[in-house]
């Protein structure tokens, strides 16, 4: 190890060092880096395959990122021990890692290109998702792989009223934007945004300072390049036969502009689908038999190009988009709640061909989902699952578990929410949302958003405003003209440059997602793109208003009801009980779920009321703080020749003496009260060092208060004072602890 050339570049990046070594790990990797920020280190390697992938018309780049619970000093919970499949937030790290690496390979590159980024350390301060990128460019730049980065990634806050560059993981919670900037020196690649109602203003201003610091990234990995940089490898796209475009675009005429001349997108794809095979037919008509596939996959190659062209050219020079709406312009809305029986809420939303239905599901708090990664949060309340089958595009596919892009999307459209949704103080309630992509032609990620409001609504769950989602694109031109388009369909997805996703309500942004297929977009495109989104966010919004405008106000009749309780803390020990005993007890009984939070707020659900009654009450005594002046009906659980012991409350005795027991002299106690027997007691002294309860059942009956009783002499006496079983006042003997389960328990309470 010692003949290793190992070589490492530092700057100060918000205040704290950023460092990148090569040189020291994985020797064999094409590139290979390590990635410091405080104490987060990920190790970031690139392989790239000498050959072309035979028989793919994709640039086959694949990006895993592997979460290590060692890392965080972490035994991963699975039976096994061991990592398993990737976790949520390994699957977005990934994707947020491939978005702005991608457009700056090779066009026609089909080499195969893998990127892992490992995370060796996570210190809960630094936050790797950027770094991720950071090393993933930087292993790139330093290799022969074809690479037209590098790229830089920051991340920016919004804290106590000011952008902030690089903001800590603990003060995350309490920021008003969670935006990530990935782009080269020259332009913004990617962002990825949930914000809290910030500003379009706002929102480029923190692109713009977020990209100041990717330039900063991208020059020390210029650095790097310079000390440890490999020649690239040669690479010459294969040249165009433009003979073959000249020929198929004078055979097919103006067939084409008709054909795309379509609003339905079915009749547009039979009649696309139906010129495309009549070239097909034409040009290979005389074709050997061996020839054939690569002749049809060239000519198909031509049809495709020339489609693009055609979209692309007649709205730069016309403003002519294929379903005849101009550049600003909205598909038709169509809005429907309550549209499915018995369960808890359901918005349909429908925009043109693209159609979603998010339905609701309540629970109660402890339906929260565990989070088993490398985060600081430990649970979700609010979780969104997006569901994309294949009929939803008139496809037959196979269905398995969901891909990267449907977790993306899901991801998307919760983080567009967040911002809307009730405290758990206010709803306690556990949501999880579904969006069924029922039919798709563009935008369908932002049409659940839509969806999911309308449904969160209809289910009653009282969220602040309703938020709407826009998907904008862009054409760009070889001369630099460009157009920003508004409410994108599947096709102008596919053939544009930019997909921006901005969802928001009408006081601001709340996400934010923006990929390119270029080399990077201005500022002014992003302007303009942030103001056309929000023209067409209004629109929307007021077409859910008028459909429903504020959420319902009453709950479904299927979805649980949630009573909260307020218990002294110290009193939880009493609830739970021996190894959860105490509260199993109470649900068996009651069949009510019980959740216990550790400052004492207790939550009791359950769609039957007469059993939610039954809980509370059960908690209640248990953990009812027991005061001077009260009156129980107690039962007499044992008789001592100085007085009586009644039960209170479960595993609270409190005791008569024998001169409290009546108006008169009492000669024997058994005189006045019997085993068993159910009397009213005021409780008449409570003694702060032991929990010893002194009761009168002689207070009752004269109605004198606690403090008449204990001036003529009612208070506790020595040795025989209430609050035990026993001569001494204990649970088993003179001196013993009161058993009021307030024992060690454990710090996670979920029942």
């Not at 290979?32 to 640039?59: I, M, N, P, S, W």
């Not at 790229?151 to 309490?174: F, K, Q, T």
């Not at 939610?612 to 005061?627: D, Q, Y």
Request: glycine fraction near 10%.
């Amino acid at each position: 190890m010692s003949d290793r050339q190992i070589h490492s570049v530092s700057a100060e990046i918000a205040g704290r060092t950023l460092t990148i070594e090569t040189g020291r790990l994985a020797e064999q990797a094409d590139g290979a880096v390590t990635v410091r920020y405080g104490d987060t280190v990920l190790l970031a390697t690139v392989v790239g395959a000498k050959e072309a992938r035979e028989g793919v018309d994709f640039f086959p780049l694949t990006v895993d990122y592997e979460e290590r619970m060692y890392s965080a000093g972490k035994i991963p919970g699975s039976f096994f021990k061991r990592e398993g499949r990737p976790t949520t937030t390994a699957i977005l790290t990934a994707r947020l890692t491939d978005r702005p690496l991608r457009p700056l390979f090779p066009k026609s590159y089909r080499n195969e290109v893998q990127v892992i980024i490992t995370t060796f350390a996570i210190d809960m301060i630094n936050d790797p998702g950027p770094l991720a990128i950071i090393g993933a460019s930087a292993a790139l730049a330093i290799s022969d792989i074809p690479f037209a980065g590098p790229v830089g990634a920051a991340l920016v806050g919004h804290l106590d009223g000011s952008l902030v560059v690089n903001p800590e993981m603990p003060d995350m919670p309490n920021s008003r934007l969670d935006l990530v900037v990935a782009g080269t020196k020259d332009a913004v690649l990617m962002v990825e945004a949930g914000a809290h109602e910030l500003t379009e203003d706002e929102m480029l201003d923190a692109v713009m300072q977020g990209h100041a610091v990717c330039k900063q990234v991208c020059e020390l990995q210029e650095q790097l390049v310079a000390l440890a940089g490999r020649p690239k490898r040669e690479y010459v796209a294969p040249a165009a036969d433009t003979s073959l475009e000249e020929a198929v675009g004078g055979y097919m005429g103006a067939r084409l502009k008709e054909a795309l001349n379509n609003s339905d997108k079915t009749a547009r794809q039979e009649a696309t689908d139906a010129l495309r095979a009549d070239v097909l037919a034409h040009f290979t008509a005389d074709e050997p038999e061996e020839e054939l596939p690569m002749r049809t996959k060239a000519v198909e190659k031509v049809f495709d190009a020339l489609l693009k062209e055609e979209v692309r050219s007649a709205i730069l020079e016309r403003g002519q988009r294929v379903d005849g709406r101009n550049t600003t312009e909205i598909r038709p809305i169509a809005i429907d709640t309550g549209v499915v029986p018995r369960v808890h809420g359901t918005g349909l939303f429908t925009r043109g061909q693209t159609q979603v239905l998010t339905i609701t599901t309540l629970g109660s708090p402890g339906d929260e989902q565990r989070l088993d990664d490398l985060g600081i949060e430990t649970t979700k309340r609010y979780i969104h699952h997006y569901n994309f089958p294949p009929y939803s595009t008139g496809e037959a596919k196979r269905i398995g578990s969901p891909r990267r892009r449907d977790i993306g999307h899901g991801a998307l459209a919760e983080r567009s929410l967040l911002a809307v949704l009730p405290s758990k103080d206010e709803f306690p309630y556990t949501m999880r949302l579904v969006s069924e992509v029922l039919s798709s032609n563009g935008s369908s990620s932002m049409a659940s958003v839509c969806g999911s409001s309308l449904s969160l609504m209809d289910a009653g769950v009282p969220i602040k405003r309703h938020v709407a989602g826009v998907a904008m694109g862009l054409i760009t031109g070889p001369n630099g003209q460009w157009k920003v388009l508004t409410d994108i369909q599947g096709l102008e997805d596919a053939l544009g440059d930019m997909d921006f996703k901005v969802a928001g309500t009408t006081e601001g942004v709340t996400g934010l997602q923006m990929d390119i297929k270029t080399t990077g977009i201005t500022y002014d495109i992003m302007r303009q793109a942030f103001a056309q989104a929000r023209d067409g966010r209004l629109f929307i919004l007021d077409k859910m208003d008028t459909a429903i405008s504020t959420p319902r106000e009453d709950l479904s009749e299927y979805a649980p009801r949630i009573i909260t309780l307020q218990i002294n803390p110290e009193k939880i020990g009493a609830l739970i009980g021996p190894g959860g005993k105490t509260i199993r007890s109470i649900t068996e009984s009651t069949g009510a779920q019980i959740d216990v939070e550790d400052d004492g707020r207790v939550f009791v659900s359950t769609a039957d009321g007469e059993a939610s009654k039954k809980a509370v009450a059960m908690i209640e005594a248990l953990t009812r703080e027991i005061k001077v002046g009260d009156v129980f009906l107690g039962k007499v659980v044992r008789i001592m020749p100085f007085g009586a012991f009644v039960n209170l409350l479960p595993g609270k005795d409190g005791m008569v003496h024998v001169s409290e027991l009546d108006i008169g002299r009492v000669e024997n106690v058994e005189d006045v009260v019997s085993m068993g027997d159910e009397i009213n007691v005021m409780v008449i002294g409570v003694d702060a060092g032991t929990g010893k309860v002194s009761l009168s059942r002689r207070a009752v009956l004269t109605g004198e208060s606690p403090e008449d009783r204990r001036a003529a002499g009612g208070a506790p006496r020595s040795g025989n004072g209430g609050g035990g079983r026993g001569p001494g006042g204990g649970d088993r003997g003179r001196g013993g602890p009161p058993r009021n389960g307030d024992r060690d328990r454990p710090r996670r309470r979920d029942f």
